[in-house]
């Protein structure tokens, strides 16, 4: 059972550039989301999805596009790379409202 | 969405109880409490979630005051494993805002 995949788990992107992170689960589950965590803070929402497509916005969502054409997919657009989105970003997933979330491994980010 | 308020750190020794506090006095009848968890450099871990009742599983209790306006995290015996930040949230219309958490460090 591989839960949630994130990929790439490491990239270095270019003031300007643009590229996708790809999120995937074999959970069925119909919710999806995508953090941020910049070092030493909290993790911060971007957007989320309750269901196939279904998206809305979080907390910290300028910057970033999402889409959900699938159940399983969830992936996330940076148009645009800025220094300000070097982070860490996690994928994750649940069940309904009463579940718990599973996370991915994250995908670290650079922007220079 | 309803805040938790945390302490920033706790600190305990190893095969000793923890008892990790977490206030949500703005709670709404239809929030769950949720507890993770984050190792250094890893992403967050799923450890306990409850609405009303107590909830015990292989990783730790959570015991839920009456009014719901507070919660209390228990890892029954500390290991070295268990440090991390322990996050308390309330999950919100599906979603989970996550706050500072407290930093638990265990002792040999």
């Known amino acids: 059972n591989a839960g949630v995949t994130q990929t790439p788990k490491f990239r270095i992107l270019k003031i300007g550039q643009s590229m996708t992170l790809q999120c995937t689960q074999d959970?069925?589950?119909?919710?999806m989301y995508w953090y941020r965590q910049d070092p030493g803070m909290g993790l911060k929402l971007i957007y989320y999805?309750?269901?196939?497509?279904?998206?809305d916005k979080g907390e910290v969502p300028n910057g970033y596009n999402v889409s959900r054409s699938t159940t399983e997919d969830f992936p996330l657009r940076l148009e645009l790379a800025a220094p300000s989105q070097t982070s860490v970003y996690f994928c994750a997933s649940s069940g309904g409202t009463a579940y718990g979330y599973t996370f991915g491994s994250g995908t670290r980010l650079t922007v220079v | 969405d309803a805040k938790t308020t945390q302490p920033n750190s706790m600190e305990s020794n190893e095969e000793e109880p923890v008892h990790l506090p977490c206030n949500h006095s703005t709670i709404s009848g239809t929030d769950y409490i949720h507890w993770y968890r984050q190792l250094p450099s890893q992403g967050p871990e799923y450890v306990i979630h409850g609405l009303t009742s107590n909830v015990n599983n292989r990783m730790a209790s959570l015991a839920i005051a009456e009014d719901r306006k507070s919660s209390t995290l228990i890892l029954h015996r500390a290991t070295l494993r268990d440090a991390a930040v322990y996050y308390c949230?309330?999950?919100?219309?599906?979603?989970?805002?996550f706050g500072q958490g407290t930093e638990l460090s265990v002792k040999p």
């Open positions: 959970m069925n589950h119909n919710y």
């Open positions: 949230i309330l999950r919100d219309l599906g979603k989970l805002i």
């Open positions: 999805s309750v269901g196939a497509g279904i998206t």
